[in-house]
């Protein structure tokens, strides 16, 4: 029993060297054909910026991204979850299936950064006209992703197992009345046939030095609920307010109310929250004080307990305060994004591939965000690892940049390598682990 023990023990030490110098000599590849890619990535990455296009409206960025796959001889899945690609690449050993994901919608914003390939787009959002603008930085993850796709796919004979790319649309929701982002494609079944093991994704973040890399256990990015709180008062004159009951004073009290439950209701030494009203519709003249007043607005939180109280709260606060004004209040919560949470023994597992990459030092974790990401719903599938990308604009202290879904947006594009390198290596290194 000891010899053949013994003889175990070195035929498993023999195949883990192996494995280990084969993804150290594929990765040496990956890192050569990165850098010869990156002229094509950020070609591809400023054409995306010029021509942004909202979600499920992806028709054109859907086009592009299904030609170069099918271009590297990669199978081609279009039009899943609306305007959503994926392609399967099926490598030359049998092994797991590693899916990466890139979102490609842009948003209802009107870019103001001087740059040669500026967004001039307009288009239409919920019935209104709205200028687009990749303002979250979709674009740079649509090429990245593409450049990955073809390093992956001139070394598919030495692959052991199948990489899925899934190219999303409508991260940032859909429109009114509509499905859509990575709910509609799971929906779909893009995590199936052939069945996903595990998934991984980047998000640049412009508050983050080019070359670093940050990451979190767990938590990483919070859940996303919106909510709707129509009041309804009394209309009257608005020279004698005191024969109406004035709906625009009382959803102004409770704006302020809805801030103590933050303030005052939640744990915030353990867990971060947040909300915000971000709408107030009422009225339709100077002088008359409305019938109702329609509020909209998100809240934000990282521990589901924390969600549930502040949701039963708000409820309350809305209701007690309309009452006491004598007006009425509906409050209509939908939650629209679980916690963004990264498998702790994935992460673990697949930390010492980033720290190759880019170097140990530039690789450290961050506190979680109150952003959300609806790559939170394929980890609710299946193991995920989602992690940022340096991508401040040079000379630029980290957190004085401008913010992500704002006009001045900008993404310093020396980081896009390291984005392909990382992507590329998390699926050679999990195959061969």
Wanted: net charge neutral; glycine share 10%; proline share 5%.
């Amino acid at each position: 029993m000891k010899k053949v023990s013994i003889i175990t023990t070195l035929l498993l030490a023999s195949f883990l060297s192996s494995n280990a110098q084969n993804a150290t000599a594929l990765k040496a590849k990956i890192a050569q054909k990165a850098e010869t890619l990156e002229s094509k990535v950020v070609a591809w990455r400023r054409d995306f910026h010029l021509n942004p296009e909202l979600g499920n409206r992806e028709f054109k960025t859907a086009e592009k991204v299904a030609n170069h796959l099918k271009s590297l001889g990669i199978e081609v899945k279009t039009g899943v979850g609306k305007t959503g690609v994926v392609g399967i690449l099926k490598g030359g050993k049998p092994g797991p299936v590693v899916a990466l994901r890139a979102d490609m919608d842009g948003l209802p914003v009107k870019e103001r950064v001087d740059i040669p390939f500026a967004s001039k787009a307009v288009g239409e959002y919920n019935g209104q006209p709205v200028n687009i603008m990749h303002a979250c930085g979709h674009d740079t993850h649509v090429a990245i992703l593409m450049g990955t796709a073809e390093i992956l796919a001139s070394m598919k004979s030495d692959l052991k197992g199948t990489v899925k790319f899934i190219f999303q649309p409508a991260e940032e929701g859909a429109p009114e009345g509509e499905e859509g982002g990575a709910p509609l494609m799971i929906k779909e079944g893009v995590l199936e046939n052939p069945k996903v093991d595990v998934i991984f994704g980047l998000h640049i973040n412009a508050q983050t030095e080019v070359g670093k890399i940050r990451y979190r256990p767990g938590g990483t990015m919070a859940s996303s609920d919106w909510f709707k709180i129509k009041i309804k008062g009394k209309q009257t004159h608005g020279a004698s307010p005191w024969q109406g009951i004035d709906p625009i004073v009382t959803a102004s009290q409770v704006v302020m109310g809805l801030q103590t439950i933050v303030s005052r209701n939640s744990p915030l030494n353990e867990s971060a929250a947040v909300v915000t009203v971000g709408q107030i519709n009422g009225g339709v003249r100077s002088n008359i004080i409305p019938e109702e007043v329609n509020m909209n607005g998100t809240i934000r939180t990282l521990d589901p307990a924390v969600q549930d109280m502040i949701h039963a709260r708000m409820a309350q606060v809305a209701t007690n305060i309309a009452q006491s004004a004598g007006a009425t209040a509906e409050v209509k919560i939908t939650k629209m994004c679980p916690i963004t949470f990264n498998d702790v023994a994935l992460t673990e597992k697949m930390v010492p591939t980033l720290e190759s990459v880019a170097g140990k030092a530039n690789v450290s974790i961050t506190a979680a965000a109150t952003g959300a990401e609806d790559f939170a719903f394929y980890q609710e599938k299946v193991p995920g690892v989602f992690f940022f990308l340096g991508g401040a604009p040079k000379g630029k202290p980290e957190g004085q940049t401008a913010p992500h879904h704002t006009p001045d947006f900008y993404i310093d594009e020396g980081g896009f390598v390291l984005g392909m390198k990382s992507m590329a290596s998390l699926v050679v290194d999990y195959m061969e682990k």
